[in-house]
């Protein structure tokens, strides 16, 4: 039985007339679990990136598998460098300093925005964390409590402190 793990990922992605949905019951994927397992217990380096990518899904990934993520129509990840700065401690949402809190809970700290659609995205159902710009490995992902088509000139971003989880607390 796989340890129970709390990841909750609450996310505002903000479409076009201010629309607003929380994302939730997030997971680690198998390939995030077993980095960390290697890391902690095992000495191996966890081959975290210097930068994460921010990416939109019309089919949830789930532990094992790649979901299916948005493609055309201007549709590209979002970069998020690896930091102190980008990423609340656990202390507090917009924390700056090394984690210290007891909750487990981080949040991004600046806005992810994603290039304006010049073609529709489809339904947007889930959200995601990528080590690399294209290809890559998924390591956390979770569905928005609101699904959401995106349509040409759509804004669609998480605004600063929406994306927020929280691990095995």
Same mark, same amino acid.
């Given at each position: 039985?796989?340890?129970?793990?709390?990841?909750?990922?609450?996310?505002?992605?903000?479409?076009?007339?201010?629309?607003?949905?929380?994302?939730?019951? =997030?997971?680690? +994927? $198998?390939?995030?679990?077993?980095k960390?397992?290697d890391?902690?217990?095992?000495? !191996?380096?966890i081959?975290?990136?210097?930068? #994460?990518?921010?990416?939109?899904?019309?089919?949830?990934?789930? $532990?094992? %598998?790649?979901?299916?993520?948005?493609?055309?129509?201007?549709?590209?990840?979002?970069?998020?460098?690896?930091?102190? %700065? !980008? /990423?609340?401690?656990? !202390?507090?949402?917009?924390? +700056?300093?090394?984690?210290?809190?007891?909750?487990?809970?981080?949040?991004?700290?600046?806005?992810?925005?994603?290039?304006?659609? %010049?073609? %529709? /995205?489809?339904?947007?159902?889930c #959200?995601?964390?990528? $080590?690399?710009?294209?290809?890559?490995?998924? #390591?956390?992902?979770?569905?928005?409590?609101?699904?959401?088509?995106?349509?040409? =000139?759509?804004?669609?971003?998480?605004?600063?402190?929406?994306?927020?989880? !929280?691990? $095995?607390?």
């Amino acid at each position: 039985m796989k340890p129970t793990r709390h990841i909750i990922l609450a996310g505002l992605l903000v479409v076009s007339s201010l629309f607003a949905g929380f994302a939730h019951a =997030g997971a680690l +994927t $198998d390939f995030a679990e077993n980095k960390i397992v290697d890391a902690t217990l095992r000495g !191996q380096a966890i081959g975290a990136p210097a930068t #994460w990518y921010v990416a939109l899904y019309t089919i949830c990934p789930t $532990d094992s %598998t790649a979901g299916t993520e948005v493609t055309g129509g201007s549709y590209a990840r979002v970069a998020v460098t690896a930091g102190l %700065t !980008q /990423w609340a401690g656990t !202390q507090s949402a917009g924390s +700056t300093i090394a984690s210290s809190g007891t909750g487990g809970t981080t949040s991004n700290n600046a806005a992810f925005t994603f290039p304006t659609p %010049t073609a %529709t /995205w489809n339904t947007v159902v889930c #959200w995601g964390v990528i $080590d690399a710009a294209t290809a890559g490995n998924l #390591w956390i992902y979770s569905a928005l409590t609101v699904s959401k088509t995106i349509n040409i =000139g759509d804004a669609v971003s998480f605004a600063a402190g929406s994306a927020t989880f !929280q691990i $095995d607390n």
